[in-house]
């Protein structure tokens, strides 16, 4: 659906299906008041519980939501700055793995809405509430909360993963829920082939309706125009509340189930014919990269790097800049980034780089890298293509070269990472195109580990 365009669900009544796309053309969008008013009736649940294996080291010790992006922020601010900057202001969190970093995050920077107005954003940890057993998946998470979520009323109901990176205007979203009169609506992107092997995928027909949809297939179903790209799931639903419950109370009571979205609910609806819907990122998407919507999944460490190091670029995919759509954080009261030293051979700079608060560059270059808050560079070092996380200490003489440096990481003097893959190996982790990721285990630091 375009921008200009909106129904509203009681106009609807009495048309048949065949007759939804001349119907969604017919009627105009109504004043953006009523567009924001289905924001007002929605409640977010952000799913934010999950551990992601896949970055491997970098989620020892934190889930996926709360690893640090972007040189001040975390994953999991994206969500929910989408959802504030929407008019989203009913927002539970669903946490269960290594939460205290992200549980802490949360309580430190997303406090401000106000609870007067009704605004909150509620941690929702696994609590064994309704069963013994922890969140045993996506769906069980909304599930398992069920008598909370209830309580506060809502209509709609947007259920959110917590580990991506994007810009999305929600309140477009559930205009086109309500539009399309569908029991469910689900964010699509066109990906590539080889990238679909990790998420949802679904054919759709004219009218945007779900015809069919397979979890994490080993051989996606292209695109009929595109055989190179297929529609993938964003992870991003929508709901009517009443609808929602029912739906997970007859999936609580399926002992064959996984509780899962994208594994069992979706292709359960879609299989008995009831209306789920296709919603087109590019359809609400802020953040439009060369005309292409920008969204990140960077759930793997080559996927993670590359998304930080792309910040570095003249003009990047993703707009942090954009004051008119901010990425909210908490923000540690910091002083400026300082760089020392102007002697030849010992200059402290950073070309195209993003550096953060605390940080100080003394005698060293940094090229093409995110130096988060509080980084310590010492005397003579090169840095280049480089992703270095908060609290970090690099000592003299230190060459780095696309390389991921965890937090608290006390890099020795003279240290050499990403020069010589096959010694890289023998200390660090290197991925498939050859990323050195360094934790502080990895030298020897137990700094997550009582003494």
């Known amino acids: 659906m375009s921008i200009g365009e909106v129904e509203i669900r009681g ?15 017919r009627y105009k969008r109504r004043a953006s008041w009523e567009v924001e008013s289905l924001a007002h009736d929605a409640l977010a649940i952000i799913l934010a519980g999950g551990r992601g294996s896949r970055l491997a080291e970098l989620t020892d010790w934190r889930a996926k939501p709360a690893v640090p992006f972007g040189g001040k922020f975390r994953i999991i601010d994206f969500a929910l700055s989408n959802c504030v900057n929407s008019g989203i202001r009913r927002i539970g969190i669903c946490t269960q793995y290594k939460a205290q ?23 929702l940890p696994a609590q064994q509430r309704v ?4 969140y045993r998946g996506t769906a069980d998470a909304v599930y398992q909360n069920i008598d909370i979520l209830r309580r506060h009323e809502r209509k709609y109901v947007l259920v959110l993963a917590g580990d991506h990176v994007y810009k999305m205007d929600y309140a477009r979203m559930l205009a086109d829920h309500v539009a399309s009169r569908a029991v469910m609506t689900v964010a699509c992107i066109d990906v590539p082939l080889a990238d679909a092997i990790q998420l949802g995928v679904m054919t759709v027909d004219a009218n945007g309706r779900i015809t069919a949809f397979k979890e994490k297939p080993a051989r996606p179903v292209p695109m009929p125009d595109r055989p190179e790209r297929t529609l993938a799931s964003m992870g991003i639903y929508v709901f009517d509340e009443a609808f929602l419950y029912e739906q997970l109370i007859r999936d609580a009571e399926d002992s064959g189930s996984s509780h899962d979205f994208g594994k069992d609910l979706i292709p359960r609806l879609v299989e008995s014919g009831l209306p789920v819907h296709a919603h087109r990122f590019r359809d609400s998407c802020v ?5 292409k919507p920008y969204w990140r999944d960077v759930g793997t460490l080559d996927a993670y790097w590359e998304a930080n190091t792309d910040l570095t670029r003249v003009v990047p995919d ?10 909210w954080s908490y923000q540690e009261q910091l002083p400026p980034a300082k760089f020392v030293f102007d002697d030849d051979g010992r200059r402290g700079m950073a070309v195209d780089s993003l550096v953060s608060g605390g940080c100080i560059v003394s005698g060293s270059m940094v090229r093409r890298s995110v130096l988060f808050s509080n980084v310590r560079v010492q005397n003579y070092c090169e840095i280049e293509d480089s992703v270095v996380l908060p609290n970090v200490e690099i000592g003299n003489n230190v060459t780095l070269r696309r390389v991921i440096v965890d937090k608290r990481c006390r890099l020795p003097s003279g240290l050499e990472a990403g020069i010589d893959p096959v010694a890289d190996r023998k200390r660090f982790h290197v991925t498939d195109r050859g990323v050195t990721v360094i934790v502080p285990e990895s030298l020897g630091q137990r700094v997550h580990h009582r003494k």
């Open 318 to 327: 993703l707009n942090l800049y954009d004051r008119d759509w901010p990425i």
């Open 131 to 134: 069963t013994a057993e922890w």
């Open 101 to 123: 970093s992200l549980i802490r995050h949360v309580q430190r920077g997303w406090s401000f809405l106000d609870g007067r107005l009704g605004e909150f954003v509620e941690l």
């Open 11 to 25: 106009h609807m009544d009495g048309f048949d299906q065949g007759g939804q796309a001349a119907d969604r053309r």
């Open 287 to 291: 953040n439009m990269a060369n005309g």
